[in-house]
């Protein structure tokens, strides 16, 4: 396992405001972790991924109504001192359309990002709210994933916007183009989403906030069988560290071709490691 260039879809290396939002004290209740620190050097971050094999990481800003909690040229700042280990994703502000589109193609043109990830919740808005939709046709002309969330929230904020139907249905329907990852599997709305994986092409599911031990059974068996090429491996670090997310991984009885995908391949296809 540690030989693998494994790539970790859903990851954060955290600002200070980040670590110490009070609406992460639920997530540190149920993990049982300790208070967070005042700050996480980068080398803790790289830590964590060479303890399990984890080659590259998708970092991912945050922006919600109050503004960046991760700010873009921040993650920017972490890509350029180690390009070889971590791929930027970009956050916008959805309550400024125009400026969330320009934002974006300033991330991906200059700042050679990746990808968009939207948290939702944080917004209360579901996926198909008409603030979305500009960044999505962005997405598209820009030959770039859109990354969501579905599933319960950990933090104590509604869960409904994501859920994966009939929100992320009415978007895949709308924009067949849009490549679009759900993060965090969906749980426990898991079967619906593994509907909209099989029924579109451009679906995708990563397992982030899990361990392999709390993969709900039918993603396990979709990830054995037919969807083998359409689930991404994911942590959520720094809620969940690299070597809690790889440990069991052999327990879940992969063979070496859905192995490699999973950890690999599929998100190398999906975010264009490899040609970037």
């Known amino acids: 396992m540690a030989q693998a260039r494994i790539i970790d879809a859903w990851m954060q290396h955290p600002t200070p405001?980040?670590?110490?939002?009070?609406?992460?004290e639920s997530l540190r209740r149920w993990t049982r972790s300790a208070?967070?620190?005042?700050?996480?050097?980068?080398?803790?971050t790289l830590e964590s991924m060479d303890a399990a094999g984890v080659g590259m990481g998708l970092l991912s800003a945050w922006w919600g109504p109050s503004g960046p909690l991760i700010p873009n040229d921040f993650v920017a700042g972490v890509v350029e001192k180690h390009p070889d280990r971590f791929r930027g994703v970009a956050a916008v502000d959805l309550a400024r359309p125009m400026d969330a589109v320009r934002e974006l193609r300033r991330c991906v043109g200059e700042l050679g990002f990746v990808a968009l990830r939207v948290v939702q919740w944080l917004w209360e808005l579901p996926p198909n709210d008409r603030r979305f939709y500009p960044l999505y046709a962005a997405c598209i002309d820009l030959g770039i994933p859109v990354c969501l969330q579905v599933g319960h929230t950990g933090p104590l904020?509604?869960?409904?916007?994501?859920?994966?139907?009939?929100?992320?249905?009415?978007v895949a329907l709308e924009f067949p183009e849009l490549v679009v990852v759900g993060g965090h599997i969906?749980?426990?709305?898991?079967?619906?989403?593994?509907?909209?994986?099989?029924k579109y092409?451009?679906?995708?599911?990563?397992?982030s906030a899990y361990v392999p031990k709390r993969y709900p059974r039918p993603l396990v068996e979709f990830l054995r069988a037919h969807g083998r090429r359409k689930v991404l491996f994911g942590t959520n670090?720094?809620?969940?560290?690299?070597?809690?997310?790889?440990?069991?991984?052999?327990?879940l009885g992969l063979d070496e071709e859905t192995t490699r995908c999973f950890?690999?391949?599929?998100a190398a296809r999906v975010f264009g490691i490899d040609s970037r």
């Open 201 to 207: 092409p451009n679906v995708y599911i990563d397992t």
């Open 17 to 24: 405001e980040f670590l110490g939002h009070p609406m992460f």
């Open 263 to 266: 950890l690999h391949e599929n």
């Open 157 to 170: 904020r509604p869960s409904e916007p994501g859920r994966p139907i009939p929100y992320l249905d009415e």
């Open 35 to 44: 208070a967070p620190p005042s700050e996480l050097p980068v080398e803790a």
């Open 237 to 251: 670090f720094p809620m969940l560290l690299h070597p809690q997310c790889v440990g069991d991984l052999d327990a």
């Open 186 to 198: 969906g749980y426990p709305w898991t079967d619906e989403m593994i509907s909209l994986a099989t």
